[in-house]
């Protein structure tokens, strides 16, 4: 297939490119470098030293003989050029990463409320209103995430996007309605991810447009198969307070000698994914495309689920590390209980990686080997959800936030 990645230089996007890259496939990566000028925005890098993206496409076709087609383009910005670069270039399958993927990035300020909003919004709609124009008829999979959800199965397990309910008519009767499973957005990137679903479930119904979303957890661990073939083929990694992921933020805390940051009473409980199983599941629901005419497909892309304290207790043990409860900075409830269905990736052959099978370990090499490159200061999250939480950040003269205090 001629595949289109949008977003393919980022932390997901970038593994998904070389794996399927391998499998023979045409790739085209469309990406505006965003995720690269925010880390120059915050005056920080990832752990792992990343080159630029053109030669991490000339290493690749070094090592494999493999070409990565690379296109610089804003989709939110350049709505002209993407529906030109389509109408040409038409490729069978456009996969969109192409957001601003950071919870307390979003919540930093009003500023980066606005831009995510402007740009997460705008990269979809454009890409949908551009795949109608152009009549390309190409699967589109975007990644979402299990944050549209809320956090709460309330005894139940969150299904796959749907839910069957049971109202009364006028007439008193009972009816079934298959609505989509309400939203409950924790954060205002959270809450894009939950727009994007309306914007897909209009274009589905109004234009045919075959579209799958993977509802993501969080993604854990750096290498995949093909990342670890070259250094220079290296992901990203981020370890910070607004970018980095809980348990990679453990795992580099525990590597460096940072108590583990644990937000509140570490009560949160989550659902999480390898990055090897996210290329894996990307592979699966490509092979796996709607129909048109079809409602949009749905998937749960997370592979278990673990509570915050948990996680940093089991990292505590392996390592050594101290446990540190620090005030919350984010508005979420104290404590949750999470279960969700996968039955979808389980039923296409997705042998989920768990937590259990070394891997953390590797996680831990790798940030061991770079923690030269950590500025420990960049390791509190401190981007406050509300005014009020925003008042416990203790700044420096210059107002740069240090932590949060209760
Ligand atoms: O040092 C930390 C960092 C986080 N947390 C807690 O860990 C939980 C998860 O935080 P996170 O930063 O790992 O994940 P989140 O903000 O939800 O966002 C990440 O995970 C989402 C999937 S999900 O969480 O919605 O399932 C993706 O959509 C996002 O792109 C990705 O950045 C939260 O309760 C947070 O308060 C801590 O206790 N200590």
Same mark, same amino acid.
């Given at each position: 297939?001629?595949?289109?990645?949008?977003?393919? #230089?980022?932390?997901?996007?970038?593994?998904? $490119?070389?794996?399927?890259?391998?499998?023979?496939?045409?790739?085209?990566?469309?990406?505006?470098?965003?995720?690269?000028?925010?880390?120059?925005?915050?005056?920080?890098?990832?752990?792992?030293?990343?080159? @630029?993206?053109?030669?991490? $496409?000339?290493?690749?076709?070094?090592?494999?003989?493999?070409?990565?087609?690379?296109?610089?383009?804003?989709?939110?910005?350049?709505?002209?050029?993407?529906?030109?670069?389509?109408?040409?270039?038409?490729? %069978?399958?456009? +996969?969109?990463?192409?957001?601003?993927?950071?919870?307390?990035?979003?919540?930093?300020?009003?500023?980066?409320?606005?831009?995510?909003?402007?740009?997460?919004?705008?990269?979809?709609?454009?890409?949908?209103?551009?795949?109608?124009?152009?009549?390309? #008829?190409?699967?589109?999979?975007?990644?979402?995430?299990?944050?549209?959800?809320?956090?709460? @199965?309330?005894?139940?397990?969150?299904?796959?996007?749907?839910? %069957?309910?049971?109202?009364?008519?006028? @007439?008193?009767?009972?009816?079934?309605?298959?609505?989509?499973?309400?939203?409950?957005?924790?954060?205002?990137?959270?809450?894009?991810?939950?727009?994007?679903?309306?914007?897909?479930?209009?274009?589905?119904?109004?234009?045919?447009?075959?579209?799958?979303?993977?509802?993501?957890?969080?993604?854990?661990?750096?290498?995949?198969?093909?990342?670890?073939?070259?250094?220079?083929?290296?992901?990203?990694?981020?370890?910070?307070?607004?970018?980095?992921?809980?348990?990679?933020?453990?795992?580099?805390?525990?590597?460096?000698?940072?108590?583990?940051?644990?937000?509140?009473?570490?009560?949160?409980?989550?659902?999480?994914?390898?990055?090897?199983?996210?290329?894996? $599941?990307?592979?699966?629901?490509?092979?796996?495309?709607?129909?048109?005419?079809?409602?949009?497909? +749905?998937?749960?892309?997370?592979?278990?689920?673990?509570?915050?304290?948990?996680?940093?207790?089991?990292?505590?043990?392996?390592?050594?590390?101290?446990?540190?409860?620090?005030?919350?900075?984010?508005?979420?409830?104290?404590?949750?209980?999470?279960?969700?269905?996968? %039955?979808?990736?389980?039923?296409?052959?997705?042998?989920?990686?768990?937590?259990?099978?070394?891997?953390?370990?590797?996680?831990?090499?790798?940030?061991?080997?770079?923690?030269?490159?950590?500025?420990?200061?960049?390791?509190?999250?401190?981007?406050?959800?509300?005014?009020?939480?925003?008042?416990?950040?203790?700044? %420096?003269?210059?107002?740069?936030?240090?932590?949060?205090?209760?």
């Amino acid at each position: 297939m001629k595949i289109a990645i949008l977003g393919g #230089d980022g932390f997901v996007g970038w593994p998904t $490119c070389l794996h399927l890259s391998e499998q023979g496939h045409e790739i085209h990566i469309l990406d505006n470098l965003s995720r690269r000028w925010i880390d120059t925005e915050l005056g920080v890098q990832s752990l792992t030293p990343m080159d @630029s993206i053109q030669e991490r $496409c000339r290493i690749w076709h070094e090592v494999t003989g493999r070409r990565l087609n690379f296109h610089l383009i804003d989709l939110a910005k350049e709505y002209e050029r993407l529906k030109s670069w389509l109408a040409e270039e038409k490729p %069978d399958a456009v +996969i969109h990463f192409a957001e601003q993927r950071a919870a307390p990035y979003s919540m930093k300020s009003d500023r980066h409320k606005v831009y995510t909003v402007n740009n997460n919004t705008n990269a979809t709609h454009n890409l949908l209103a551009a795949l109608v124009e152009t009549g390309i #008829d190409a699967h589109l999979l975007h990644l979402g995430t299990m944050g549209v959800y809320g956090y709460s @199965s309330v005894g139940a397990a969150i299904p796959e996007g749907y839910l %069957d309910v049971e109202v009364e008519t006028l @007439s008193g009767d009972k009816a079934k309605q298959e609505i989509l499973y309400p939203t409950k957005p924790g954060s205002v990137y959270h809450m894009t991810k939950s727009l994007d679903q309306i914007l897909f479930q209009f274009y589905a119904q109004n234009d045919g447009l075959r579209i799958t979303d993977l509802h993501q957890g969080i993604v854990w661990g750096t290498h995949t198969d093909q990342t670890r073939r070259h250094e220079q083929l290296i992901n990203r990694f981020d370890y910070d307070g607004d970018y980095g992921t809980v348990l990679n933020r453990f795992l580099i805390q525990a590597a460096i000698g940072h108590p583990l940051t644990v937000h509140g009473t570490g009560g949160q409980t989550r659902a999480f994914i390898h990055i090897q199983d996210s290329v894996r $599941c990307i592979e699966l629901a490509l092979g796996d495309a709607p129909k048109s005419g079809e409602r949009v497909r +749905i998937f749960n892309q997370m592979t278990e689920t673990h509570r915050v304290r948990d996680l940093a207790e089991m990292v505590a043990k392996k390592t050594g590390a101290r446990v540190s409860y620090l005030p919350n900075p984010r508005k979420e409830a104290e404590e949750n209980d999470l279960v969700v269905k996968n %039955d979808k990736f389980l039923a296409l052959g997705l042998d989920p990686i768990t937590l259990q099978e070394g891997l953390l370990d590797e996680v831990v090499e790798v940030a061991r080997k770079y923690a030269h490159r950590i500025d420990r200061s960049r390791v509190p999250a401190v981007s406050a959800w509300t005014r009020d939480l925003g008042a416990r950040v203790e700044r %420096d003269p210059e107002g740069r936030a240090l932590r949060t205090v209760s």
